[in-house]
């Protein structure tokens, strides 16, 4: 039986805090939250009031699917793990912030013990509290609580682009792990927000030529109005591996990828990936999908393609905020609807629905008061 999905909008006023929910029904809805605007910072810790937070597809899917591979919705659980903000206190612990600065907000925890943490790649840490994933709250809240540590000061980066700051460390990382430099030939498997950044990535780091491909074709051109020099390349569901690889040779007159980045999670897009990269080349995976997929075997071990995978990211928002602040990458535009808290289900809706155009959805505090009264 298909699961039934609600949204409804019923604002509490109990509570100085409120946050966006969704639970094992795959209802959606605004309740009362955690912490209180007046509550205290531990040691370490910042008191965020949080003023942009965009949805991410993961968002989307513990809404509608009840969860992200293994990961499950069992209770009540608040979304959101794109957000920035303002400082309203800080734990006198803390020495690099201070009230009123704003900030992005990486949304994990670490143990700082493991392997993982000790040699520098704490996305694999053992222990980690990613905000979001269940059973761990998201920041889709009016007021954070969160290590300082992992508060990133945007000094007057406007929030909504500080709320894009998550994605691009997503994309980021793809770009240094997959190895992609100047000159490289580099397809594109999606153009969803995640596709869109890395195409922004890419042509950053003077990958030439670049093709991105899409099943939509209003994605399409949105990725063309963004990087007008990329071609792109609208897939026909049921399109043979070979025909595709033959087409994405031709866009890039003769040549074939050394990389593609598949921003989809999606069997077909990977297959098809494999099969365009040229003998040596990598497909590199951002996207999640399935917990089992098939893939062309055979043509990985003929051609030497490496096949590579990415889980979060790692030491990327320090660089992010540098190549924002300077113009390098240009996030404007990215965002095309955005919501106040209190319409957060009409924000899902909207995120969820492909006919709507939405690339990102931002929620917004607009009303909130950022004094601690």
């Keep these: 039986m298909q699961p039934s999905f609600s949204a409804t909008r019923s604002i509490p006023s109990s509570n100085l805090n409120i946050g966006v929910y969704t639970n094992p029904a795959h209802n959606l809805y605004v309740a009362d939250a955690v912490p209180d605007k007046h509550s205290v910072p531990s040691h370490g810790e910042a008191f965020v009031a949080v003023f942009n937070t965009g949805i991410c597809g993961s968002d ?38 201070k009230v009123g600065d704003r900030v992005a907000i990486e949304p994990n925890i670490i143990c700082h013990q493991c392997e993982p943490c000790l040699t520098g ?14 059973p761990f709250p998201g920041l889709l809240r009016r007021f954070v ?19 894009l700051l998550e994605p691009l460390s997503v994309a980021l990382a793809a770009i240094e792990r997959s190895g992609v430099r100047l000159s490289d030939p580099v397809l594109i498997c999606g153009a969803g927000p995640i596709g869109l950044v890395t195409l922004l990535c890419c042509r950053a780091a003077g990958a030439e030529p670049i093709v991105i491909t899409d099943i939509d074709e209003g994605r399409l051109k949105f990725a063309k109005g963004l990087v007008p020099s990329a071609s792109t390349y609208r897939v026909q569901p049921g399109t043979p591996d070979e025909e595709f690889s033959r087409s994405i040779t031709s866009l ?61 990211y790692n030491n990327t928002w320090p660089r992010a905020i540098r190549l924002v602040k300077s113009g390098v990458i240009d996030l404007k535009g990215l965002v095309t609807h955005t919501f106040n808290i209190e319409d957060a289900p009409e924000a899902f809706e909207t995120a969820a629905d492909p006919s709507t155009g939405a690339v990102k959805v931002q929620i917004l505090n607009q009303g909130i008061n950022a004094r601690r009264q």
């Design 145 to 163: 609580r969160h290590p300082a540590v992992w508060c990133h000061n945007i000094g007057d980066m406007p929030f909504e682009d500080g709320a």
């Design 121 to 134: 790649r704490y996305n694999g840490c053992e222990k980690i509290e990613f905000l979001s994933t269940p």
């Design 60 to 97: 989307v899917h513990f809404w509608k699917d009840g969860r992200v591979g293994p990961m499950a919705v069992t209770g009540a659980h608040i979304l959101g793990h794109e957000a920035a903000g303002v400082v309203l206190a800080v734990h006198p612990s803390v020495e690099h912030l």
């Design 252 to 312: 890039m007159a003769g040549i074939e990828p050394s990389i593609a980045i598949d921003c989809t999670g999606v069997e077909s897009s990977i297959s098809a990936a494999i099969w365009a990269v040229k003998f040596g080349g990598k497909v590199f995976v951002i996207g999640v999908g399935k917990d089992e997929i098939k893939i062309p075997f055979m043509r990985l071990s003929t051609r030497e393609v490496d096949l590579q995978f990415q889980y979060r």
